[in-house]
């Protein structure tokens, strides 16, 4: 079963940035659709952005105005979320999840999550 | 972006009970709509997919139901371990857009 593995709790100045690892276990790091969720305390769930693990294109939410990058390592079958510029509502839980698309019946969802890693922005 | 609006945003249930969480989206999605469970403190997993797939090793008393704008999750015999709160998540277009949860409370 493959595993997303994430990085650990930080704590962040405002202003600083911070830069969330993802690694992913088994060999098919490639073919992976990997989206970027976050979660607020006592929040829903928020979408950033996603990566294609095979050839680097990445597509953001607007929400964020060009404050996050993603990227990827493939050798490390690693990919890392970017914030800048962090405030303290970008307190949260961020989440890694693959996406799967159903050839067969079209459905697409996040079959696998990482465990999160909790980022506070606190002066 | 497409909205989500679930309802309610919490329910307070006993345990055998029957409970519906309805889910509404700004526009019509046909049945590209997930649910998510999430416990507390851990991360969100997947229930059911394209409106009223249910996931491999989800119980059969979870079951979803609708389509284009109007959607439902029931839990029938609802356990102890249902405590948790739910998401509906559209994967029409992206972004793919979660509700804002129901928090499932066993009295």
């Known amino acids: 079963q493959v595993q997303l593995v994430q990085s650990g709790a930080e704590v962040k100045k405002p202003g600083a940035s911070v830069k969330v690892s993802c690694r992913a276990s088994?060999?098919?790091?490639?073919?992976?659709?990997l989206h970027w969720v976050r979660q607020a305390p006592g929040q829903s769930l928020q979408w950033m952005g996603w990566?294609?693990?095979?050839?680097?294109?990445?597509h953001y939410s607007h929400h964020f105005q060009g404050r996050v990058t993603l990227t990827r390592d493939t050798a490390a079958s690693t990919a890392y979320m970017e914030l800048t510029s962090l405030r303290s509502e970008d307190t949260a839980v961020y989440y890694c999840a693959s996406l799967y698309h159903d050839l067969l019946t079209g459905h697409q969802y996040y079959d696998i999550w990482g465990l999160g890693s909790l980022i506070t922005v606190s002066s | 972006d497409i909205q989500m609006t679930q309802s309610p945003s919490s329910l307070s249930t006993s345990i055998g009970d029957r409970v519906t969480i309805t889910c509404r989206a700004s526009?019509?999605?046909?049945?590209?709509l997930n649910w998510y469970q999430q416990r507390p403190g851990k991360a969100p997993t997947l229930l059911i997919c394209g409106a009223f797939t249910l996931q491999s090793g989800v119980p059969s008393r979870f079951s979803g139901s609708g389509s284009g704008t109007e959607f439902a999750l029931t839990i029938t015999n609802v356990q102890r371990e249902d405590l948790a709160t739910y998401y509906c998540?559209?994967?029409?277009?992206?972004?793919?857009?979660f509700g804002q949860g129901t928090r499932l409370e066993i009295k």
């Open positions: 998540q559209q994967a029409f277009t992206s972004p793919l857009t």
């Open positions: 990566i294609n693990a095979g050839n680097g294109n990445t």
């Open positions: 526009q019509s999605i046909g049945t590209s």
């Open positions: 088994g060999n098919l790091f490639n073919t992976y659709s």
